[in-house]
């Protein structure tokens, strides 16, 4: 069998770099890579740019005209073009290593069937992996045993033999039995098994024994080229923070528990439960020696100029959103009025040209800085000043296109309140995994890098010395920047309302007009309401002109609808606890009636408290009757003095009618975690979560595990989404922050690692490992800031 390469980074040399991906190329093309259409596709266009370069339309097509990549190649041909569209720039040598990276990321790559039969005569396929030996029906895996598990492989004419330690099936059964076509198949598969079992079990290599002179014991083949490897090249696999390339993995996918809810290709919830499981078998175990671990320069310029790398990466991931995804989706079902196609797109896609160059400009810096590249270069290189002042004129010229996102975004909404095809793309969109967060949230990114420019470049001019030779060019791009966002952060903060509003429209049934001229959003989240049953679940919403409240919390399609809607004007809050003996309780009175409600601390309470207050405040200065805006049907509902209504089962399936053209809403909210969590969250905290996004590489450990497994994690929206590699297109999983307690691990958590802080909710416990000191602060923390204060814990 020919060698598969597991890890593409050892490859440094071109050559052996250029036939692997002509090994990919054949087996793509002979069906033997399994992988999903548009993993093909995406392979295709990367050895279609490594073979004829950028893009062009005729080029293309006459290049696959005359040369076959895929079997079912005519079908999808569309859609490689348009992914080789997005290459351009791409040299041959990366096409390769991306050829590469996507491949062994499969679960099938390196899986070579051979044909078997088991005792009872089934038909299967039998695989040799990194793992251990599959087994497979037709393209199923049945089972897998583990090298460790394996004390003996042997056969015996056609019949393969795998003897398993004692305690893996017990004294019975500890040996398995596999009918295979021929003998020399047989040995062939043999020879390849023992390989990779003494391979991945081997500590040292043995001393080589004498050969006899005249007699044969039979064959002693332990392995080959492999130990040999092994033994001779300084490959480091189990570093943590390889920058190109993920840890050893073929595994499948995050296996993670989801709320049942319908809809096909729906998001991962971060609602779900807390828990998440491990992505697939991937471990990196604490075996290796600090002298072989790959070391990143030291200096902490270097780590926050890295952090501009890395969530420059996840931005121009989110502006794909739109100007990828979004206009495909568009697109295809012709749902979009030609207008706002153009003022929509118009505007998006020469930002995102344009920090495509500048991303790849930052990553060749970064991998100068770090030592990662073996190109010769002149002059001092080890800064980031210099790039950032380069590019600002770029940034600056795209301001403009900044300044129409609030006519782009009101005209958006104006569309898809009237054009009801639009409005269904638009909500089918959302459910699509690559739309993690609502989708006007992406539209806002471009205003809110410039706003993670500033504190990046403030931290690099804090860091430097008067006399450090990138002080200068930092200061000047720090004040570039500054202009820029001093224009737009009265604008920013208005689009930040109307995109919460507008996002709590679609949430909320039962209420109209939430994004009235004037009304602002303040808070959001859970408390209690004293009804005739007790204490009841209530999701209360805090507006600068109006409190509003849900019934029974979220319905079938994952909203909420509002039962009661108050009035600020004339309101008065007051503390009750003593009045009706209910923890953390207060009174809110109000022209129409008067309810009972109680908050989950005294924090909490105080909170809400602080915050009705400043509102009515604000209501009572500004003289402006918000009954203008409210439903008189919600308003005057009967009540009692203390509003101990028993609140109908009917005002659920009240709206049931409008509910059924409604596509399911996916349950990725801060409403949803405040329901599920039983907390609450203000508009200041959403601007503060803005303003401090994150990403990049974290070692992940589950309190049960013993390995720590490398995961590109997003934080953002209060919520951490975990990615094996920063390339991938969606997030396999979501883990929500609010409730969570962050703290350093203690003695009987047996963590004896630097720059590890400790995530704990309920008996839910992980671990995040950072790669410096620097990335240890920045996300603890960011996460100490979005914890309520009676869960924050040192650090």
Not at 492 to 500: A, S
Not at 576 to 597: D, G, L
Not at 673 to 683: K, Q, Y
Not at 746 to 751: A, K, M, N
Request: glycine residues 4%; contains cysteine.
């Amino acid at each position: 069998p020919g060698v598969i390469i597991i890890e593409p980074c050892v490859c440094v040399c071109f050559p052996p770099r250029y036939l692997f991906s002509l090994q990919m190329k054949r087996d793509l093309l002979e069906g033997k890579l399994s992988c999903t259409e548009n993993t093909a596709s995406l392979l295709a266009s990367h050895l279609l740019q490594s073979e004829i370069g950028d893009y062009d339309d005729l080029a293309d097509r006459d290049f696959l005209k005359l040369n076959k990549l895929l079997p079912n190649q005519e079908r999808i041909q569309e859609r490689i073009m348009e992914l080789h569209y997005r290459h351009l720039g791409q040299t041959p040598a990366d096409s390769d290593f991306q050829v590469l990276e996507i491949a062994r990321k499969l679960e099938m790559y390196g899986v070579r069937f051979h044909p078997a039969a088991d005792r009872e005569g089934t038909k299967i396929n039998l695989a040799v992996a990194h793992i251990g030996l599959q087994v497979f029906q037709g393209n199923t895996k049945i089972n897998t045993f583990n090298w460790s598990k394996i004390r003996k492989l042997s056969f015996k004419r056609k019949r393969f033999l795998i003897k398993l330690y004692p305690e893996v099936h017990g004294p019975h059964q500890d040996t398995l039995e596999f009918q295979m076509v021929s003998r020399d198949q047989c040995k062939i598969f043999w020879k390849n098994c023992v390989e990779h079992h003494s391979f991945f079990r081997l500590l040292d290599q043995p001393q080589p024994k004498s050969k006899a002179i005249l007699f044969s014991r039979g064959s002693s083949f332990r392995y080959r080229y492999l130990c040999f490897l092994l033994n001779h090249t300084e490959v480091d696999f189990l570093s943590p923070f390889n920058s190109k390339s993920s840890p050893l993995c073929l595994s499948p996918s995050f296996q993670m528990s989801t709320l049942s809810l319908p809809g096909a290709g729906q998001a991962p919830s971060p609602l779900q439960s807390p828990i998440l499981s491990e992505v697939g078998t991937n471990r990196l175990e604490e075996e290796e020696e600090e002298g072989r671990r790959k070391r990143y320069p030291t200096d902490k310029a270097y780590f926050i100029a890295k952090e501009i790398l890395t969530t420059e990466r996840t931005y121009l991931k989110d502006l794909e959103v739109i100007t990828v995804w979004f206009r495909s989706a568009v697109i295809k079902e012709n749902a979009m009025p030609e207008g706002l196609m153009t003022l929509l797109f118009s505007n998006i896609d020469p930002i995102y040209e344009f920090h495509r160059g500048f991303l790849k400009e930052v990553d060749q810096r970064l991998a100068l800085w770090s030592g990662r590249s073996n190109a010769h270069v002149k002059g001092d290189y080890q800064r980031i000043g210099d790039v950032m002042l380069r590019n600002i004129d770029g940034i600056n010229h795209l301001n403009s296109h900044c300044h129409k996102h609030d006519e782009v975004l009101t005209e958006l909404e104006k569309a898809t309140k009237r054009l009801k095809k639009l409005e269904t793309v638009y909500k089918e969109f959302e459910l699509q995994k690559v739309c993690y967060l609502p989708l006007n949230t992406f539209l806002l990114k471009p205003i809110q890098r410039l706003m993670h420019y500033k504190l990046i470049l403030e931290r690099l001019c804090k860091h430097y010395s008067p006399d450090h030779p990138d002080h200068n060019n930092c200061r000047e791009a720090l004040k570039e920047v500054a202009e820029m966002t001093n224009q737009l952060q009265s604008s920013l903060i208005r689009l930040e309302n109307f995109q919460k509003l507008s996002e709590l429209q679609r949430d909320l049934i039962g209420i109209e007009n939430l994004t009235a001229p004037g009304r602002e959003f303040i808070r959001e989240g859970c408390l209690y309401k004293l009804t005739k049953k007790g204490l009841q679940q209530r999701m209360f919403f805090l507006f600068s002109d109006q409190l509003l409240y849900t019934s029974k919390g979220v319905t079938a399609t994952n909203q909420f609808k509002v039962h009661g809607q108050l009035p600020l004007h004339g309101m008065i809050v007051e503390e009750s606890e003593n009045e009706w003996s209910v923890p953390h309780c207060f009174t809110i009175y109000s022209a129409q009636r008067t309810i009972v409600v109680a908050a989950s601390s005294k924090v909490e309470m105080g909170k809400w408290i602080e915050d009705l207050n400043m509102a009515i405040e604000m209501t009572k200065k500004s003289q402006e009757k918000s009954d203008l805006f409210l439903d008189p049907g919600l308003c005057d509902r009967s009540s009692d003095e203390v509003s101990l209504d028993q609140e109908s089962e009917d005002d659920m399936s009240s709206s049931r009618n409008s509910l059924d053209k409604q596509t399911h809403h996916r349950a990725n909210s801060t409403m949803h975690v405040c329901w599920h969590r039983n907390t609450s969250v203000s508009m200041s905290d959403h601007s503060l979560a803005v303003e401090n996004q994150l990403s990049g590489y974290l070692l992940r450990k589950f309190k049960n595990s013993n390995g720590w497994q490398k995961l590109w994690v997003v934080f953002t929206n209060f919520c951490l989404f975990f990615y094996k590699t920063h390339q991938d297109d969606f997030p396999l999983a979501s883990l929500p922050l609010l409730g969570y307690t962050v703290s350093s691990p203690g003695e009987s958590d047996s963590i004896h690692k630097e720059y590890v802080f400790k995530l704990h909710f309920k008996s839910h416990v992980y671990f995040f490992r950072a790669e410096s000191e620097y990335t240890f602060e920045r996300y603890s923390d960011r996460f100490i800031h979005y914890l309520t204060p009676s869960n924050k814990a040192s650090l």
